[in-house]
């Protein structure tokens, strides 16, 4: 039997499995961290923190397993978006902290790129628009706000480069975290822009010239990583792609129409296709499989599960002690009472735009809300609208984004933190209209990127991939008397956003 490894690097946690080929976990381990947030809106790692997690992980899925290391084939990392990459020196060592896809500080630059860029031109190129949310104004930041770290600049690697360098000795860029960058890439031709980067004042060779897709080898584990890790040395190492992405592919999405809601720390809702137009207000990106003719094009929530975890940690202690002194989940016990709550938590909204918002509204100065409130709204009331805020959210993506698709299929796969919870999988079908699929399996990105190893290095081929390693089982369907209900609060809540914008603007610079 033979084997291969998937990494995931997550925004709080890495996950590796080690996997045969029949897609059989035969080991997994996970280790967490957090984000710094130095500043409001910063929010930044340091890429030790991923390859310490790395390392563990994958060390104690060999150990775990037993396996004879000649028999794992390949390995392959899945990351999260690593927004500006990292700043590296001519040693490939890390000058600055890597500034992620959270993180929104970058609003001068946007402001710059709108006024000095050719935005119509931009949007024809790179098939993406302007935000911070893009690591290309987070690049400009960088170069305007830390000139000392920019002048020892040789490469920006996304976190999977990074790893895969460190792994192998070889740098290389996959398309997907490529395109991920927004503003730099061609996404027509799969190849860095020589005009959008002179026109932006990026110096091309800051960009890594090797660009690969997702599938294809960086170059063999490193004789010493070997020993560290368990592995054999020369093992190839994958290029690997951005986590929602790969997260999309274990899913079972590899043709066009096929689309996957990710909700975990954020939201991605995206689908297959093969163009784009970026005033559809979503993202695009080479997709990890198939990638020379297929986009993943999607668009999300900032904050959907840290939603919840925010308040939770803010306004949910009670529920937490009990959950201590009960054995029982807080989730399990908030759920429970948010059951009770009627759909539309009795005319109570939530925005949750709680470190500005993505798509469609690409507002880095909105912020979250309560709307409706009154002396009857208890915390439970508040807690469900916080899930129906977010599942508002993921509608609104799919209705900006069904402009850009031919069609899209007839159910919605979710994955990610949020498919634990039968009430959440039950709003989300009542608010979008889709019956609503999850992944038996918990593992998502990570089983995406061993399922692309294995097909890499021949182990599975192209109907086993179109078949997938993974389970899917019916979750939830609309409920008639709670769609209409959802129908008429969600088009309050796009009214909602409009009308609270500028009082959103004018407190942020109070």
Same mark, same amino acid.
Request: glycine content about 10%; charged content about 20%.
């Given at each position: ?484 209900? !959802? ?5 309050? !809540? ?17």
């Amino acid at each position: 039997m033979n084997y291969v490894i998937g990494v995931d690097i997550g925004t709080q946690s890495t996950k590796a499995l080690l996997v045969d080929s029949t897609g059989k976990i035969i080991a997994q381990h996970s280790q967490g961290y957090r984000v710094d947030t130095p500043k409001l809106r910063w929010a930044e790692q340091w890429p030790q923190v991923w390859l310490d997690a790395v390392e563990r992980c994958v060390a104690q899925c060999v150990q775990t397993a037993g396996v004879p290391k000649e028999q794992i084939k390949a390995l392959c990392i899945s990351s999260l978006y690593g927004g500006s990459g990292i700043a590296v020196d001519a040693d490939i060592q890390p000058l600055h902290p890597c500034l992620i896809w959270m993180d929104r500080r970058a609003e001068e630059q946007v402001d710059w790129v709108r006024q000095h860029v050719d935005l119509d031109r931009l949007y024809e190129i790179t098939g993406n628009s302007v935000d911070s949310y893009y690591g290309f104004t987070k690049i400009l930041w960088l170069k305007q706000q830390q000139p000392e770290a920019w002048g020892k600049t040789r490469y920006l690697l996304p976190p999977n480069s990074y790893i895969n360098y460190c792994l192998t000795g070889e740098i290389a860029v996959d398309h997907s975290s490529a395109g991920n960058i927004g503003g730099v890439y061609d996404v027509a031709k799969r190849r860095w822009s020589e005009e959008m980067l002179t026109a932006l004042g990026i110096p091309l060779t800051l960009m890594p010239q090797r660009l690969l897709y997702s599938g294809e080898a960086v170059g063999g584990l490193l004789d010493d990583w070997a020993q560290r890790l368990g592995l054999a040395p020369g093992m190839p190492i994958l290029a690997g792609g951005v986590d929602a992405a790969m997260a999309t592919f274990a899913a079972g999405v590899t043709q066009p129409g096929n689309h996957v809601a990710m909700i975990g720390t954020s939201m991605c809702w995206g689908y297959l296709n093969q163009q784009v137009d970026a005033r559809h207000g979503l993202v695009s990106m080479p997709h990890v499989y198939n990638g020379q003719k297929d986009l993943y094009i999607f668009g999300g929530a900032i904050t959907a599960g840290a939603s919840i975890s925010w308040f939770r940690e803010q306004f949910c202690q009670a529920e937490e002690l009990q959950a201590r002194e009960s054995g029982e989940d807080s989730h399990v016990l908030l759920e429970r009472l948010a059951q009770k709550i009627p759909a539309g938590s009795e005319g109570l909204l939530f925005l949750p735009y709680l470190m500005g918002e993505r798509s469609p509204i690409w507002d880095a100065k909105a912020s979250g809300s309560f709307v409706g409130l009154t002396l009857y709204h208890s915390r439970i009331h508040l807690y469900r609208a916080v899930l129906e805020g977010v599942s508002f959210a993921l509608r609104h993506n799919i209705e900006a984004g069904a402009r850009g698709a031919h069609s899209l299929d007839p159910r919605l796969i979710v994955v990610g933190g949020a498919s634990h919870s039968d009430l959440w999988m039950q709003i989300i079908a009542d608010i979008t209209h889709y019956p609503v699929y999850t992944i038996v399996q918990d593992v998502e990105a990570a089983i995406g990127a061993a399922l692309l190893a294995a097909h890499s290095v021949g182990l599975v081929d192209d109907r086993q991939v179109d078949e997938g390693w993974i389970e899917l089982r019916l979750r939830a369907e609309p409920k008639a008397e709670n769609v209409a209900r !959802y129908d008429a609060t969600f088009a309050e !809540y796009l009214n909602l956003y409009p009308a609270l914008k500028p009082i959103m603007h004018r407190l942020q610079q109070a």
